[in-house]
C-alpha cells in the first residue's frame, strides 16, 4: 500500500510538496497578454461614459426646457386657488318689453276675485296677462316668480306692483306656467 501512495503522490499537483514552478512560469507569462485587453476595455468603457454623459448633457438641454416649463405651469396651477365656476350675472335691465312679458295671476289667499283684480292692475301696467287662476296652495304673502332667464322682468313686475319677494321658481315647473315668464301670487 505504500507504494500506491507514492504512485498517488507523484501525479503532478496532487499531494503535499511545494510549489509548482512550471505553472506559475506559465501564470506569469499569460499576465502580458491579458494586460492589453485590460486597458483596451478599461479605454473603451471610459469612451463609453464619457460618451453616455453628453448624450445626457444634451437631451437636458434640448428636452429640459419644455419639460421644466410643463413643471412651472402645473406648479402655478396647483398654487392658485380653485374657484368655482359662476353662472352669468342675470341682466340688469329688462330686455322684454313690458307689453312682451307674459304674467300669470295666481290667488293664493283664498278671497274670491282677488286674482282678477290683480289682473286687471297688472294688465293696466302694460303686461300681458296670461291665465288667471287660484295657487295650489295657500300663500302667506305676495311674491313673484319668475322663469330662468327672466330675473330683469320679474324684478321690473316686482317695482311696478310694489311686490318686495321676488325669486325663481320655486316649487312650479316651467312647464305649468303655460307659456307665461313670471307669475304673481298673492299671498294673505
Request: net charge positive.
Amino acid at each position: 500500500m505504500a507504494g500506491a501512495d507514492r504512485s498517488v503522490a507523484r501525479i503532478e499537483g496532487a499531494g503535499a510538496r511545494g510549489p509548482n514552478s512550471l505553472r506559475a512560469m506559465e501564470h506569469a507569462h499569460d499576465l502580458d497578454l491579458i494586460r492589453p485587453w485590460r486597458r483596451a476595455t478599461i479605454a473603451v468603457t471610459a469612451f463609453a461614459a464619457v460618451e453616455l454623459i453628453v448624450i445626457a448633457g444634451v437631451a437636458i438641454a434640448l428636452l429640459g426646457n419644455p419639460i421644466a416649463g410643463h413643471f412651472r405651469e402645473s406648479a402655478a396651477a396647483a398654487s392658485t386657488p380653485h374657484t368655482r365656476a359662476t353662472a352669468p350675472a342675470p341682466a340688469k335691465r329688462a330686455t322684454l318689453a313690458r307689453g312682451d312679458v307674459s304674467v300669470m295671476v295666481l290667488n293664493g289667499n283664498g278671497l274670491a276675485g282677488a286674482a282678477q283684480t290683480a289682473a286687471d292692475k297688472v294688465g293696466a301696467k302694460g303686461y300681458l296677462v296670461g291665465n288667471v287662476g287660484n295657487a295650489p296652495e295657500a300663500s302667506p304673502r305676495t311674491l313673484i316668480m319668475y322663469r330662468p332667464g327672466y330675473t330683469a322682468e320679474g324684478a321690473r313686475l316686482g317695482r311696478d306692483l310694489h311686490v318686495r319677494v321676488v325669486r325663481p321658481l320655486d316649487g312650479l315647473h316651467p312647464a305649468q306656467l303655460l307659456g307665461s315668464h313670471v307669475v304673481l301670487i298673492l299671498g294673505k
